[in-house]
């Protein structure tokens, strides 16, 4: 059974930081390739970004040098770092992991990017 959940999401200001984090309860967390998503206002659900075991990372074009997800494996959590966040980032996102065919979410957590 794997449960995900993720925190830190609120009302910022153009320009400004923040950091998610999504806490994975389950098996062999640091095996696992974690992956970030979002779904803004009337947008399709993307994929942000995601961290693999090894570390390695990938990431959508829009959020490049801006957005770095990682994980610390000795707390069972990946985090999304948000740098100069952008009104287009305002959106619900959600924590994801992929197991044996299945995909697991979180129940996300709201950014909204206002000035």
């Known amino acids: 059974q794997v449960q995900l959940v993720e925190s830190g999401g609120r009302l910022v200001r153009p320009g400004e930081s923040l950091t998610l984090s999504c806490m994975f309860n389950?098996?062999?967390?640091?095996?696992?390739?974690m992956n970030w998503y979002r779904q803004g206002p009337e947008n399709p659900r993307e994929m942000v970004g995601s961290?693999?075991?090894?570390?390695?990372?990938n990431y959508l074009d829009s959020v490049k040098g801006r957005f770095t997800i990682s994980r610390d494996n000795s707390k069972n959590t990946v985090y999304l770092q948000m740098n100069n966040l952008k009104p287009e980032d305002t959106a619900i996102y959600y924590c994801?992991?992929?197991?044996?065919?299945?995909?697991?979410w979180g129940q996300g957590t709201a950014v909204t990017v206002s000035s």
């Open positions: 961290i693999g075991a090894a570390g390695g990372t």
């Open positions: 994801n992991v992929r197991i044996m065919g299945l995909h697991h």
């Open positions: 389950g098996s062999a967390f640091s095996t696992r390739t």
